[in-house]
């Protein structure tokens, strides 16, 4: 089991960018693929970014491709998702999601462990 703390947030401008981090607790977190997603007020969960256990393989979604990157530090029991170019559409509560295994998961329902989330706000 593991779990996710998130933190990072908080409010900045359009064009600005934060970095999430979420830390994992235990000595196996290697050995979980990770993901981040987004929920904005009254729209679904949607997908962010995905990253493999070594973090040689990542995925992010288009809507974010080019402006987030997602990455790992396993010696830190870290993920972390760097945001640049930030727009209002950004806004939402942001998670981190594990799930063991090697795979880029993209659907919320392939994770089994969640964060608690961290808001970011970006004002226009």
């Known amino acids: 089991q593991v779990q996710l703390v998130e933190s990072g947030g908080g409010l900045v401008q359009a064009g600005g960018s934060l970095r999430l981090s979420c830390a994992a607790s235990g000595r196996t977190f290697s050995m979980y693929a990770m993901g981040w997603f987004r929920q904005a007020p009254g729209k679904e969960r949607e997908f962010v970014g995905a990253?493999?256990?070594?973090?040689?393989?990542?995925y992010h979604a288009d809507s974010v491709k080019g402006r987030f990157t997602i990455s790992r530090d396993n010696a830190k029991n870290t993920v972390y998702l760097q945001m640049n170019s930030l727009k209002p559409e950004d806004t939402a509560v942001y998670y981190c999601a594990a799930r063991l295994g090697d795979l880029l998961l993209v659907t919320s329902g392939e994770y089994d462990y969640w964060g608690q989330g961290t808001q970011v706000t970006v004002s226009s």
């Open positions: 990253i493999r256990r070594s973090g040689a393989s990542t």
